[in-house]
């Protein structure tokens, strides 16, 4: 009965230190990992956008 609750495959990134370095380094990799449009990008996108907006309308006037 015990044994259903091992699983195999499954290793203890804490009961080794080269694993639990790898399994921190893994963990930061995967965090750094953003959205590449930001609210930056977006930000200048949409100025972008209205600027041009702005000159179409005073050039149809």
Same mark, same amino acid.
């Given at each position: 009965?015990?044994?259903?609750?091992?699983? $195999?495959?499954?290793?203890?990134?804490?009961?080794?230190?080269?694993?639990?370095?790898?399994?921190?380094?893994? #963990?930061?990799?995967? &965090?750094?990992? $953003?959205?590449?449009?930001?609210g930056r990008v977006l930000a200048?996108i949409g100025a972008a956008v209205?600027?041009? #907006?702005?000159?179409? &309308?005073?050039?149809?006037?």
């Amino acid at each position: 009965m015990a044994d259903q609750n091992n699983v $195999e495959n499954e290793q203890d990134p804490g009961a080794n230190t080269q694993m639990f370095r790898a399994f921190v380094n893994e #963990a930061q990799t995967e &965090a750094k990992s $953003e959205p590449k449009l930001n609210g930056r990008v977006l930000a200048v996108i949409g100025a972008a956008v209205i600027l041009i #907006a702005v000159i179409a &309308a005073i050039a149809v006037l």
